[in-house]
């Protein structure tokens, strides 16, 4: 460990950038945007040095996952992308878009040219009360800003960089924006090749989101629902339900998720979503589960005027992230979990269920539809009611139970698309050993013995028709989520408890 008059120095300029305007914005500590700083600082440092002070290279304490599949509180990686900026350093353009054939030929080699990288990678300088998934950077690594009348320089927390450095907690840097280019470099790379840096330093989490969405999203750099992969903490950012963006997102990740259930073939919806809205097609159309994904998993927290979020949109309370999910994970959770309720229904003894598959064999309904009593005309589940209030339940259930079910933990290193069968495939098998998969497993079996009939289920008694009749309507999406809340709370155990939790708060 190096002393203070040991540490490497770094000498900086320093830029400053405030205007008195500036003091009327609302700042707030609690929504993670505190006051920032008036100043950043510009210098550069080798490469490969930054990428060690940036924790790049450090694995979660599992000792599974490397830190380029660990999204932590901002990003995701691409590691083609890196590929390709890596090879544009060694050989410039055109050569590195070439493909692996070309490149090992002989003929194109006069198309080599140097790879600049004349962009600045911004980063912020942690402070030591700062934390990251609770944990705080270790005092013998925190990077030193030294600004005063007489010189600015940046201290690092060694007296010589070396290959082997690694921070013992959090790392003392955090990329704003250029990942990529870090992960282009690895320890076999050029030690002298520098990058220039832009460093703010103590700047809030909230204001990093929007320094990224200023520097990539808002000049249309790259697509606006993509950002919300690349940094998942912009899908609960407040001042972005103002731009149409943030709508278009919410809107856009809906169908490709309402997209990735009717086409992935172990999805119990597969061909079963009438995505053209054609009369007579029956299952509930794309607008309708469009619709209900907006309102559940992809809806953003809204305070005090909701009591859960969506999973899949909103900052879990008392968190300083939203969970950083791919699209792909989004949809086999999704999967998971209507195949857990599918599989209840389908094995189900019930006199709801019997009752249903007794009508279709009466009416001689074609074998094709699968099983009436979740396919049925006559079948709750298979209405616009049905799959929002399922889909309500367990988004609610889910939120509230989050810090107990460890859903960051859950984590997949291949990224791609909602559409993507393999990707889905594999993050479908690793949920599956999740913990959170008995929950999904619980809520399914807890509401498999509910009266899932239509209020139009022919010979219906009296009772059960009023019941039923309740849920038709735009009334009814909020009296069917009370109803399976109510339903679940004698369930007793973590279900049963959340439940319970969720019709208290509702209630007060």
Known sequence: MATDAERRQISAIRVH???????????STRAHRRKPPSQFYLFSLPAVELRSLCGIARRTTSGLTPRAADLGIQREHDPDRSSEIARFVEFGFPWSTLSEAKRRSNEFNDLRKPGW???????????????RENETVASHDLVEVIDNDRRCQINLPYAKWSKTWTPTNVAPLEIIDGQHRLWAFDSNSDPTFELPVVAFHGLDISWQAYLFWTINIKPKRINASLAFDLYPLLRAEDWLDREEGHAVYRETRSQELTEALWSYPESPW??????LGERRIPWVSQAAWIRSLMATFVRRWEGTRRKAGGLFGSRIEGDIEVLAWSRAQQAAFLIFLWQQLYSAVHQSKSRWAQNLRQIAATQKT??????????????????????????????????TM??????????????????????????LNSLSKH??????????????????????????PVKERLQASVYRGSGGYKELRAQLLEFLMPQGGDVGRAATRLRQLDRS
């Open 17 to 27: 950038q405030w205007l008195k305007g500036w003091e009327r914005v609302d700042f």
């Open 117 to 131: 990288l004349p962009t600045a990678v911004v980063v912020n300088i942690l402070q030591k009360t700062d934390q």
């Open 402 to 427: 989050a810090p107990n079910l460890d859903l960051r933990s859950w984590r997949i290193e291949k990224r791609a698309s909602a559409s993507d069968e393999d990707a889905i495939t594999l993050s």
């Open 366 to 399: 074609p074998d094709g539809l699968g099983d009436p009593a979740f396919y049925g005309p006559y079948s709750l589940i298979n209405t616009d009611q049905g799959v929002r209030g399922y889909l309500h339940v367990v988004n609610d259930l889910c939120f």
């Open 435 to 460: 913990r959170l998969a008995k929950f999904l497993k619980e809520i399914a079996q807890g509401l498999e013995p509910f009266d899932w009939r239509t209020s139009s289920t022919p010979d219906l």
């Open 270 to 275: 597969y061909d079963r979503i009438n995505m």
